[in-house]
């Protein structure tokens, strides 16, 4: 009989190596929606349990990918946040980058940000889809959710206001 220690320490490492591999969608891959250079500069785990991982499978079939066949490679600067980590990011307390409830990505394609903004709002379906602060031309980033059997559809446009972020209903 080994120690049991032993297995404690090995079965958390073969179940992040299977997720290392594993494949959400054709071109959408766990690690990428998982990958985050806060989480390892402070040390959070940022591994998602079998229901989080879910929640991102549909999000990645029903959204991205089909934005990724439509416009090409989408740059993802943030996915899946644990709540510790998006707590370091000073994300906010309901935030679906957390998986709870659904999943959450940030996109980021520079000036191509309002195609992408306008594709998802005009094709898709999806929870919820911010224009993230920028301009009236084109926003920084773009935030998509997508919560099967759940989604609201809902469009805002977030801003600035005396410093706070406010969101506001969006209007084209
Ligand atoms: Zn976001």
């Known amino acids: 009989m080994g120690h049991p220690n032993v297995l404690y320490g090995i079965i958390p490492y073969c179940y992040k190596i299977y997720l290392c591999c594993m494949q959400l969608s054709k ?9 985050s250079v806060t989480a390892k500069r402070l040390g959070i785990d940022n591994t998602p349990n079998e229901q989080q991982i ?3 499978r549909e999000l990645c079939a029903n959204v991205l990918q089909p934005l990724r066949d439509e416009l090409g ?3 993802i600067t943030s996915g899946l946040r644990v709540p510790e980590l998006n707590k370091a990011v000073g994300g906010s307390g309901t935030s679906q980058h957390c998986a709870l409830n659904g999943a959450a990505a940030d996109i980021d394609m520079d000036a191509k940000n309002t195609e992408v903004f306008n594709y998802i709002k005009d094709n898709l379906v999806f929870d919820q889809l911010i224009w993230e602060f920028g301009s ?3 926003p920084d980033w ?3 959710s997508y919560n099967y059997g759940k989604n609201r559809g809902q469009v805002l446009r977030a801003v600035k206001q005396n410093g706070k972020t406010k969101y506001l209903n969006y209007e084209s």
């Open 27 to 35: 071109n959408f891959s766990l690690a990428e929606m998982t990958k």
């Open 54 to 56: 879910e929640y991102l």
């Open 73 to 75: 490679p989408i740059l």
């Open 142 to 144: 773009v935030h998509v």
């Open 136 to 138: 009236k031309e084109c």
